[in-house]
Structures are given as C-alpha cells and as structure tokens.
C-alpha cells in the first residue's frame, strides 16, 4: 500500500506564489511516476505536471513556464512550484502516484486547495 501526503497550497493573491510538495510512503518502486492534477469546481480532474523516475517532466499548456514539478527521489518527495499565479489556477490539488507491478496501480493524496484572488 501507498500514502501521499500533501501539504502546502492556500490563499494567494494573482501573480503570487505556492509551493506544494508531496511525500510518498510505503511500497514505493524505483520506476514509479508521480505528478499533480487538479479539480477545480464543476469541472474534470486535470492533469498538471508529471515527472517520471528518471526525471523527464511534462507540463499542461496552461502552466507551462510557470510551474515546475521537480522530485527528490531518496525522500519519496515530488515538489510543485507555482509561479505568477493566476484566478483559473485556483482547484483542489491532488498528489497521484502510479506504479507498474501485475497491473498499473495508481494512489492519490487527499487533495489541497489552492486559491488565488484576484
């Protein structure tokens, strides 16, 4: 079993910045890919920035140059840093972890609200 903890997010104000990290634990494999999604009310999770094992990145559109997902391996740690914050940022954050054993399995956080006036 897996268990991500989130913390960070909260009230910015447009522009700001929030950093939200993400701690795994518990069967965790080398080759696991971790990442951030995000539900804002009455839409769909989305998905944000996802980093794999290795380190390769991949961004939405709508945050690329502005977010950076990075991930400290020996802690089981992923890290988001948002920058220039913006009104349409502001969801529920959600740490998600998937894995490959016999299948695919995934795990979520318990999600972490950002908001961001403006």
């Known amino acids: 079993q897996v268990r991500l903890v989130e913390s960070g997010g909260g009230l910015v104000q447009s522009g700001g910045s929030l950093s939200l990290s993400c701690q795994a634990s518990g069967t965790i494999f080398s080759s696991a890919h971790m990442g951030w999604y995000r539900q804002a009310p009455g839409k769909q999770r989305e998905a944000v920035a996802v980093i794999t094992s290795g380190g390769t990145t991949n961004y939405a559109d709508s945050v690329k140059g502005r977010f950076t997902i990075s991930r400290d391996n020996a802690k089981n740690t992923i890290y988001l840093q948002m920058n220039a914050l913006k009104p349409e940022d502001t969801a529920v954050y959600y740490c998600?972890?998937?894995?490959?054993?016999?299948?695919?399995?995934?795990?979520w956080g318990q999600g972490t609200q950002v908001t961001v006036s403006s």
């Open positions: 998600n972890l998937a894995q490959v054993y016999d299948r695919v399995y995934e795990y």
